[in-house]
């Protein structure tokens, strides 16, 4: 029988770090700030721009948060966040996406200063964590799985990693960060075959597909360690993952739970992320 492993530990663990860091910042006059750009009034932004809030507060760490019409049209949203760009007193700067229709992603990606760009929108940021440089910012999620792994002492070496989803938010970009500890990474997507049989050879499997309860027992190794990244409500509108985490417990070493797993840690990263961004630009 497999130990679920939480996130909380791990996200006390990022949050004292980064308060003490805040602390050495403002002894020297500098204050770091999390410029949050919202369009619309999505309820699962709603709900992560809370938790984001609060985890800033706990670190020290100020907010704003630019609340703008669903209707905006592309030259003024674009205008906002240019004005964010120039504002020295921002440091990290978290676009919710998707954007709306009207707002065309592949141009404003572009836009949002690299340097501030704590959630790896700006292709330039994707190409650092492609490449490895450790100056870019990749996005908090699949951070945040690194971090728990880290927490957990799971050494990565030489480990089949199999990384169920392909998107650019968490599947790709985690991905990447397995291969930069030296895992041997297979990513699986929704035309992949014999899914449960290529999951299965996993050392470390990570679910981000977002299909409720989707793995089963069947997918897991023995011993392996899962990590849940889905958010899902299932059929009694609980939230639960992309895995069923009891009858995979009976199999893995380690699970994370959903809710209180990867979800718990994303916000003390992007706390980690605006405080590494500070420190570099006033360098
Ligand atoms: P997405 O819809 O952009 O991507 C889903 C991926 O899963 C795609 O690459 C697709 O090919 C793959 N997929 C879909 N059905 C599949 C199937 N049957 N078999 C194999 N692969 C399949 O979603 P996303 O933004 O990457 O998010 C994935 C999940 O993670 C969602 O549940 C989302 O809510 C959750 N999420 C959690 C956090 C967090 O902080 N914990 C953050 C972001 C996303």
Redesign the pocket.
Known sequence: MGILIKGKPVADKITEDVKSEVRNLNSSGIQPKLQIIRVGEREDDIAYERGALKRMAKCGILTGVKTLPIDISQDDFIEQIKLSNSDETVHGILIFRPLPKQLDESIIKYIVDPNKDIDCFNPVNVAKVTEGDKTGFAPC?PS?VMEILDYYDVDLTGKNVVV????M???KPQALLMLQKNATVTI???K?KN?SEVASKADVLVA????AK?VLKEFVKEDAVVID????VDDEGKLCG?VRTDECLEIASMVTPVPAG??SV?TSVLAKHVVRACKSLIK
């Not at 169920?164 to 998107?167: E, I, K, Q």
């Not at 981000?208 to 299909?211: F, Y």
């Open positions: 999620t945040a169920l989803g392909r998107s938010v968490v599947g699986c997507h929704s992949t899914l981000a597909i977002g299909k989707l990244v889905g958010i899902n992309d990867v979800g994303t």
